[in-house]
């Protein structure tokens, strides 16, 4: 993954213009479309599947006419007289609402249907309006004009508000608090790198990634339904990890610089060391927040959608628009010598300790103080989370002074608390003889039950098959109490369908709720369970240790078990809350999975800056040093202190700006996510973590070895990286076209094979191959990646490791043995590859025009419809060589278990022309006046031998005064 973004960084370095052009052309059009579909924001809470949701959409289709929104229209009358002294004025606004296009019913508090809509003492009232239905969430055509119609009433001194769930909020309020974040991060940045310019690179990446999110989100709110919460969601998450991943690769890109390297060497480089763990690290948030869709839950999986998108756009402009950016202001990065950049860079952390050196060093020499520490504080911090309580958010947490929340506040102060959330249950009538003795029966029933305050309306549908009750409980619909309500009639069920025959469910709005607050408790645990293991996977997969992974996981956890207590305390028992302009109530149910989800990420992205830095150190110390692993820890982490410092209060200062004015629903979750950071990070990560590393010493890196065969190399170090860069060094310097420097392949895993192998030709050259058909056999294979291999080989300047597939398609390997096709049919199958939309007649000519040129190269009659099998050996060569020709390569390799037969190389010189190298297994080559060369396998075990003697008579020249750990190149540590 390395070496291929690396790649990616240089080619955005090289087209730098085109590269941001595109990014402005996506952006420009992601917001046109958004602009020209027209956002439509909705709030849609359902479970397909459930009680509640199953009987809600039944009584869509039997109940046509309560299918709609449903809007209370609230009045209160003045201080010292009742609302039957504004009779008139109330019964003419239901009038003028009745006439509004959209509006089904509209029921006063002195129609003859009306049901207790007039309060006790006299001072309230309300009209139930019932809007023709629109479609699940979808705000009704006429509430502009039904709010209107209140201007009247209003000027008569009447107190008029609008409640229900049409008049949820559906905008995307953003105000200049969430600026300040933005501001915060813009001064950590610059002093990260004392340089306003270098500090605004960051901030451009990640507004304009969050501006095509932004974009993305709204535009898709006009074709599917998107929750005025999720625009938030995503600019929060996607605003935090576009600075901080762009903070990783711009803080390596400048430390390069202020070694001296070049300036599109240093991006590359910094893209793919660097920008390996950005994308590692920006998968995990993408796989947790996708992983959200198990949850079932429609709105929360567009939620967790939209979120991952952002994360995607963050990764994808920290490896193309930041480079390409890097590549124009070129020079202008280095830290000038002797600036103070300049000076942290060149900075020796052993005989200038930095505050990381030196808060690592107190956590090594006292492990277990840290250890207690973290865990006490943790513990202490988290005890409120046992008493978690999830609701939804109904208008109760709308903002103060909004039309629906002061409806809200008045139909509890007339009404009750449960008059804000009526429950309907559904009755199945079809079996019932005396209807309306039956639901005055049941209304009894249910109005015995504990919670319940009163009975509302209860009437059949007009094909008198189903029939409503509505029951007003005592508590509001996010009190615990209420749930027990529910409970309790569905318990009751079973007991009154087996009493009146008829089966009755519960439904509404407020059991629809209780069902979603119920099945994400439910999936809490679960969904825990599979981010905890995906945490050791992805961590075994990168470290490839046991205990590493699992140090991180639980460390996870207690992050996440501060954040839900740091949460409750706050949002759910009052503590402090009024310094967030917020109420305190029940949290937002589905606020443990997505800050489980989000911090998830945020944790192994610092999981992954600090440790890579110890294993790197560790994989560099000698084995003789009893200090190794102590010493890995304290260098490795004081490498990357600063810059994780840094990137934890971005978003510690990102998440906590859209606390104090942020919506009702992102409060909870932004507070979580910003003290979830700061413990997970600055607690965890800096504290616990290098503790209990500097305790497990060496056993901390241990894997046992067959599961270490098992796990593919993820190179998220850039361990790989660095390798091809040296290989691509060495194949300059070596020259030639074809070079191998003691190239050994591999018996199997980890087992080198005795053969080792060195060679340099020149283009046109041809190259005699001897030794064993098998050590022959995995030279080819090895040469071309399918065959694992040390030492070093390139071909045309691709080099092992890392251009693989460069090399799959320089040279052909020509294996003359096995084939039982005919001629005509290997050549179409290997034309069909690369035509794969040319019909078959075409194949057809064009394969019999290629045997005929493979005839003529041989000199003689080829059958085509033959076997290649039982064709002489140099026909069958012929054929193959002119197949392999096809995709032009620059290396011809012939070989046989027998040896490729004499000829064969100047049939490859003829079909292949004057620059094409010839590796053949053939006695005796023609070389018709090219280069010959002799390539004969060596014994790897006398290169090894003499290897060390020589590496053993140039260390008694050297100063081994310092151990090879106190060697390490840590200078710029803590940058």
């Known amino acids: 993954m390395a070496t291929w973004l690396a790649r990616v960084g240089a080619a955005s370095m090289r087209r730098a213009w085109f590269v941001i052009l595109a990014w402005v052309v996506l952006l420009g059009g992601v917001l046109g479309g958004a602009l020209a579909l027209g956002p439509n924001m909705q709030e849609s809470f359902e479970i397909p599947g459930t009680e509640s949701q199953v009987a809600l959409d039944r009584l869509g289709s039997v109940f046509p006419q309560v299918a709609g929104s449903a809007v209370q229209v ?66 009704p055509a006429g509430i502009d004009e039904l709010v209107m119609t209140a201007d009247a009433a209003r000027a008569t001194g009447l107190t008029v508000e609008f409640g229900g769930q049409a008049f949820q909020a559906t905008s995307v309020p953003i105000s200049w608090v969430e600026g300040l974040g933005v501001l915060f991060a813009g001064v950590v940045l610059f002093v990260t790198f004392w340089s306003l310019l270098a500090a605004g690179l960051p901030l451009i990446t990640a507004l304009v990634g969050i501006g095509i999110t932004m974009g993305g989100v709204l535009g898709a709110s006009a074709l599917v339904t998107v929750s005025n919460s999720a625009p938030l969601m995503a600019l929060m998450i996607g605003l935090a990890v576009g600075i901080d991943y762009a903070l990783f690769i711009l803080s390596k890109h400048r430390s390069q610089l202020a070694a001296g390297m070049g300036v599109r060497e240093s991006g590359s480089l910094a893209v793919g060391t660097a920008g390996t763990a950005v994308v590692f690290a920006g998968l995990t948030v993408i796989v947790a927040l996708i992983g959200l869709l198990i949850v079932g839950i429609p709105f929360l999986s567009v939620m967790g959608l939209g979120a991952a998108a952002s994360v995607a756009i963050a990764v994808a402009g920290a490896a193309t628009l930041l480079p390409a950016i890097m590549s124009l202001l070129g020079e202008r990065l280095r830290p000038k010598p002797g600036s ?81 959330g009526p429950l309907v249950v559904m009755a199945d009538i079809t079996q019932v003889t005396d209807i309306f003795g039956t639901l005055d029966s049941l209304s009894d029933e249910l109005e015995a039950i504990d919670g319940v305050a009163r009975i509302g309306s209860a009437f059949p549908d007009e094909t008198v098959d189903t029939a409503i009750i509505q029951v007003i409980a005592d508590t509001g619909p996010s009190d615990p109490a209420t749930v027990d309500v529910v409970n309790a009639i569905r318990d009751a069920a079973p007991g009154l369908e087996a009493e009146y025959d008829t089966p009755i469910a519960v439904t509404g709005s407020t059991a629809v709720q209780i069902d ?59 503590w402090g809350i009024e310094l967030l302009h917020a109420e305190a109530g029940p949290i937002l149910s589905f606020m443990p999975v997505l800050l489980m989800a989000v911090l998830f990420g945020l944790a192994m992205d610092y999981q992954m800056f600090l440790v890579s830095g110890m294993r790197e150190a560790y994989s560099h110390g000698s084995a003789s040093d009893p200090d190794r692993a102590v010493n890995a820890v304290r260098h490795g982490f004081a490498a990357n202190a600063r810059v994780v410092t840094a990137a934890a209060l971005i978003m510690f200062f990102v998440f906590f700006a859209f606390v104090p004015e942020g919506m009702a629903v992102i409060k909870s979750i932004a507070l979580g996510l910003a003290v979830g950071v700061a413990v997970d990070a600055f607690l965890v990560r800096m504290t616990l973590i290098p503790a209990l590393m500097t305790l497990m010493g060496e056993r901390a890196w241990w894997l046992p070895k067959w599961l270490d065969r098992m796990l593919p190399d993820m190179d998220v170090e850039g361990e790989g990286l660095g390798r091809h860069r040296a290989a691509l060094a060495w194949a300059a310097e070596a020259g030639g076209q074809l070079a191998l420097e003691r190239l050994r392949p591999e018996l199997g895993h980890d087992a080198p094979g005795s053969a080792s192998w060195t060679t340099t030709a020149p283009r046109g050259a041809v190259v005699r191959l001897t030794g064993e058909f098998a050590d022959r056999q995995r030279l080819a294979h090895a040469l071309v990646g399918d065959v694992g291999a040390s030492g070093n080989a390139h071909v045309g300047g691709a080099a092992l490791p890392g251009d693989v597939g460069t090399l799959r398609g320089r040279v052909a390997l020509i294996d003359l043995d096995g084939h039982v096709e005919s001629a005509q049919q290997a050549a179409r199958a290997a034309l069909a590859l690369r035509a794969p939309f040319a019909v078959g007649p075409v194949l057809d000519r064009r394969a019999a025009a290629l045997v005929r040129r493979a005839a003529a190269a041989a000199g003689v009659s080829i059958d085509a419809a033959a076997p290649l099998s039982r064709l002489a050996p140099l026909e069958r060569a012929a054929v193959l060589l002119t197949i392999a020709m096809e995709r032009s390569p620059s290396v011809l390799w012939i070989d046989a278990a027998s040896g490729a037969p004499s000829g064969a190389a100047a049939i490859a010189a003829r079909v292949g022309g004057d620059d094409v190298t010839i590796v053949t297994s053939e006695p005796a080559p023609e070389a018709h006046g090219r280069t010959a060369i002799e390539l004969a396998p060596a014994d790897a075990a006398a290169e090894d031998r003499a290897a060390a003697q020589a590496a053993a008579a140039a260390d008694t020249d050297t100063d081994t005064d310092a151990t090879p750990t106190e060697a390490l190149a840590t200078t710029g540590a803590d940058r």
Do not use: C, H, K
């Open 74 to 139: 609230v009045y209160r009358a003045p201080d010292g007289e009742g609302v039957e002294d504004y009779r008139d004025t109330i019964e003419q606004q239901v009038a003028e609402i009745t006439a509004i296009d959209d509006v089904a019913t509209a029921v006063s508090p002195w129609d003859e249907f009306a049901t207790e809509q007039i309060s006790d003492n006299g001072e309230y009232a309300y009209a139930q309006v019932q809007f023709e239905p629109q479609g699940a969430g979808v705000t």
């Open 340 to 420: 103070r950049a300049a000076r942290l860079a060149a900075r020796d952390v052993d005989t200038q300790p930095t505050m990381g050196m030196r808060w690592v060093t107190g956590v090594a020499r006292r492990p277990w103080l840290a250890i207690i520490g973290v865990l006490a504080v943790v513990g202490v911090v988290a005890i409120p989370a046992a008493s978690l309580q999830l609701a939804l958010p109904d208008n109760g947490g709308e903002a103060q002074g909004t039309t629906q929340r002061q409806a809200y506040d008045m139909m509890q102060d007339g009404f009750g608390p449960g008059s804000v």
């Open 516 to 574: 979603v607050s119920q099945r994400l408790s439910g999936a809490l645990l679960p969904f825990g369970a599979v981010v905890v293991s995906l945490a050791i996977v992805l961590l075994m997969l990168v470290f490839r240790s046991i205990l590493v992974p699992v140090t991180a996981a639980l460390g996870f956890l207690a992050s996440v078990l501060a954040a839900f207590g740091t949460v409750v305390a706050v949002m759910q028992w009052g």
